[in-house]
């Protein structure tokens, strides 16, 4: 799958970048927690700057690679299969046989339902694969038609 597959909606970027606010506030308040603890029990203050100076970090690198995520994530359903393309320098591509695929679930966190996307899980015996958000209606329509191809292959 040469970039032919369907692209995610542009506001799953929202969500990313969300995603990565929340996660950074997260570890700034560990890291002051622990700057707190170097004032009131002595503890190394480069333990707590260290967390705050990571975080940053990674808040700046997560925020300038939604676009490039944006870019390079698809993907495809035929009659045999269910291919994931992901990234661009670090290329995955999945091949899901249609006759492996036991289970479709579709979830919704606050930050999915916030956009109205939902994200599809295909779920096989040894794994499950994730379509990181797409509208409800056509997550309603992936699984539908992913379940109904698996089932046809079944009974073949």
Same mark, same amino acid.
């Given at each position: ?8 909606? +542009?506001n ?7 995603? +990565?606010?929340? /996660?950074? &506030? ?10 707190? +603890?170097?004032h009131?029990w002595? /503890?190394?203050? /480069?333990?707590?700057?260290g967390?705050?100076g ?6 700046? &690198? ?7 995520r944006?870019?390079?994530?698809r ?17 995955k ?10 289970? &479709? ?8 339902? /916030? ?5 599809v899980?295909?779920?096989? +015996?040894?794994?499950a694969?994730?379509?990181?958000? &797409? ?15 698996a ?6």
């Amino acid at each position: 799958m040469n970039e032919t597959g369907q692209a995610l909606p +542009a506001n799953i970027q929202t969500v990313w970048r969300f995603n +990565a606010l929340i /996660w950074s &506030v997260i570890f700034l308040i560990g890291g002051l927690l622990l700057l707190a +603890a170097s004032h009131f029990w002595h /503890w190394p203050s /480069w333990l707590g700057l260290g967390v705050i100076g990571l975080t940053v970090l990674q808040l700046i &690198v997560r925020l300038a690679l939604v676009p490039y995520r944006y870019r390079f994530l698809r993907y495809n359903i035929t009659p045999t299969a269910v291919f994931l393309q992901k990234g661009f320098f670090f290329r995955k591509n999945e091949a899901i046989p249609i006759t492996r695929i036991q289970n &479709v679930t579709l979830e919704q966190g606050p930050l999915l339902r /916030w956009q109205q996307l939902q994200q599809v899980n295909i779920e096989t +015996a040894s794994t499950a694969h994730v379509i990181d958000g &797409v509208t409800a209606s056509v997550a309603d329509q992936l699984r539908t038609r992913i379940l109904k191809l698996a089932q046809e292959a079944r009974d073949e």
